[in-house]
């Protein structure tokens, strides 16, 4: 996958979108994850995962990418994470609606396994 990036970035179809007054560095990789920059062409070969499914995925409100001011899809690192559970989910057998149930389940988990967490280590 390091290779598919680093020929993305060779290749000169890797954008990133200036984030306001945020700067991106190299120790702030949480940053770094939410900043889109990947166009579709570059998320299909770093995810194996064919462009028509990815825009399937969009229509059924389970990713939302950034858009340009001329509407192209741009993809986070976050946003590559997502597609490709979605996509392992699918190829479970699960379908959209079902999918879009169990990521809304996994986003309520995390917060209360953190509040548990720091619980834990309070006593």
């Known amino acids: ?21 945020a700067k991106l560095s190299a120790g702030n990789e949480a940053l770094e994850n939410v900043v889109a920059k990947y166009t ?6 770093l ?5 028509h499914k990815i825009r399937k995925y969009e229509e059924a409100g389970l990713c939302k990418p950034a858009r340009t001011v001329s509407k192209q899809r741009l993809y986070t690192d976050d946003d590559i994470i997502l597609i490709h559970a979605i996509a392992n989910l699918e190829e479970d057998g699960v379908n959209l609606a079902g999918i879009k149930i ?3 389940m996994q986003k309520e988990e995390k917060p209360k396994k953190v509040k548990r967490q ?5 006593i």
């Open 102 to 104: 169990i990521l809304g």
């Open 118 to 122: 720091k619980a834990k280590v309070k």
């Open 1 to 21: 996958m390091t290779d598919l990036l680093n020929n993305a970035i060779y290749t000169n179809k890797v954008f990133v979108l200036k984030t306001g007054s």
């Open 40 to 45: 579709m062409a570059v998320t299909v070969m």
């Open 47 to 51: 995810t194996g995962v064919p462009a």
